[in-house]
């Protein structure tokens, strides 16, 4: 990504305010859920199943950058993130365009940053099934909330 910045000088001589735009952002989750299955002789039974959900995303929002002294940033944040995101449940793929809003700072030091954020938004995941047992198609809605923090490390050339 990129910080485009309001202004040339920093303010008081440590203070930039910018425009952060990620180009792409890549997001993977593995979940395990539990459910009831029910046998022949009546006694349900639980199951585990796994589930997976991608995103990909781009953010932009507002940031500011206090630079205390030479090669030495800090660096606060907030993006809206338009994501298109995937959830495949055993043998169905779940898919809609979702809203995320992400948040974050990271402190970095000439090259390397380190850094924390925190995600969260929804989304309604849509699904057409061909057909049920009398010939109708059928469409399924799948409603998540997503919320999550994530540690990075970073290199900025």
Same mark, same amino acid.
């Given at each position: 990504?990129?910080?485009?910045?309001?202004?040339?000088?920093?303010?008081?001589?440590?203070?930039?305010?910018?425009?952060?735009?990620?180009?792409?952002?890549?997001?993977?989750?593995?979940?395990?859920?539990?459910?009831?299955?029910?046998?022949?002789?009546?006694?349900?039974?639980?199951?585990?199943?796994?589930?997976?959900?991608?995103?990909?995303?781009?953010?932009?929002?507002?940031?500011?950058?206090?630079?205390?002294?030479?090669?030495?940033?800090?660096?606060?944040?907030?993006?809206?993130?338009?994501?298109?995101?995937?959830?495949?449940?055993?043998?169905?793929? @779940?898919?809609?365009?979702?809203?995320?809003?992400? $948040? !974050?700072?990271? %402190?970095?030091? &000439? #090259?390397?940053?380190?850094?924390?954020?925190?995600?969260?938004?929804?989304?309604? @995941?849509?699904?057409?099934?061909?057909?049920?047992? $009398? !010939?109708?198609? %059928?469409?399924? &809605? #799948?409603?998540?909330?997503?919320?999550?923090?994530?540690?990075?490390?970073?290199?900025?050339?």
């Amino acid at each position: 990504g990129r910080t485009y910045y309001l202004h040339k000088k920093p303010i008081v001589g440590l203070i930039k305010f910018g425009i952060d735009w990620t180009h792409f952002d890549l997001n993977f989750a593995t979940y395990t859920r539990e459910y009831e299955d029910d046998q022949v002789n009546g006694d349900p039974e639980i199951e585990k199943d796994n589930a997976y959900e991608l995103e990909a995303a781009m953010h932009v929002g507002p940031s500011i950058t206090i630079s205390p002294v030479k090669g030495l940033n800090i660096n606060g944040y907030f993006r809206y993130a338009p994501s298109f995101s995937g959830y495949y449940d055993s043998d169905d793929f @779940y898919y809609n365009y979702a809203s995320f809003f992400v $948040a !974050g700072g990271a %402190v970095s030091y &000439k #090259v390397i940053s380190l850094g924390i954020e925190s995600r969260w938004g929804n989304t309604e @995941y849509k699904y057409d099934r061909e057909e049920d047992e $009398a !010939g109708n198609t %059928v469409n399924e &809605k #799948v409603k998540i909330a997503v919320s999550g923090v994530r540690f990075y490390l970073s290199f900025r050339f």
